[in-house]
């Protein structure tokens, strides 16, 4: 079967069958309008089992998985991995600032731009003490990590993950494209950034120094998990 073909099968697999359970559901419950929706507007009770996140975007999937096929299929010159174009465009950032000697402006510029999100949260944070909040915003709820980085370990206080560059930079520094190395990029990106989001959070990081591995930890620095909220039981 030419890949074409096999990746247009992949993707309408794939949204057919995020397409049965709500085919084969009862219509799902509409609650009442409320005041000041537009006339007409409802919204769908979502119930357990019955609703994928995906009703009505199923194509878009369809289409995001025949990438994800495309792109794992593309081993000509080297085993290309989902987020190699994010990885190439930070790696061509990280050298251009490096050439011009503005890495530390790259990092603030970089730290700048983020400093609506970092702002609420730590608004956020001292409002609640929860210091957990940091590494949520840090890694969890935002695309510029999980897309980067396909896997993230979470534990309370901390996040580990392997530093993604290095599968593109070997090649990029064979073509000589780049002559940064993945070590330098933890140094002097990866490191000074999350530090710079630790101090507008208004909490402190401890981040891991370079490892052979790959492996970066960053810890919340003096961390002191919240207790829980229990409630009394009252006969």
């Not at 247009?8 to 057919?16: D, M, N, P, Q, R």
């Not at 490096?98 to 700048?112: F, I, M, R, Y």
């Not at 896997?151 to 392997?162: I, N, Q, V």
């Amino acid at each position: 079967m030419p890949f074409k073909t096999f990746g247009a099968v992949i993707a309408l697999s794939i949204g057919a069958a995020l397409m049965l359970p709500a085919m084969a559901a009862d219509p799902a419950p509409v609650s009442a309008e409320k005041p000041g929706k537009p006339a007409g507007a409802e919204s769908k009770q979502k119930t357990l089992g019955r609703y994928s996140g995906w009703e009505g975007k199923e194509r878009d999937l369809g289409l995001v998985m025949n990438m994800v096929v495309k792109t794992m299929n593309d081993n000509d010159a080297y085993q290309h991995e989902v987020n190699d174009a994010l990885v190439k465009h930070h790696l061509t950032g990280m050298q251009f600032a490096k050439n011009k000697g503005l890495v530390a402006e790259a990092v603030q510029h970089e730290v700048d731009t983020e400093m609506p999100m970092l702002k609420r949260v730590a608004k956020m944070i001292e409002k609640s003490g929860d210091k957990e909040m940091a590494l949520k915003a840090v890694f969890d709820q935002t695309t510029c990590h999980w897309q980067l980085v396909l896997d993230t370990e979470s534990a309370p206080g901390m996040r580990r993950y392997r530093s993604p560059f290095g599968n593109v930079l070997t090649q990029t520094t064979r073509l000589g494209q780049n002559d940064i190395t993945e070590k330098w990029i933890h140094e002097n990106w990866t490191t000074p950034r999350f530090m710079a989001y630790a101090k507008v959070l208004g909490v402190e990081f401890d981040v891991s120094p370079w490892q052979d591995d790959g492996m970066i930890t960053v810890k919340l620095k003096n961390y002191t998990p919240a207790p829980k909220q229990t409630s009394a039981v009252t006969n």
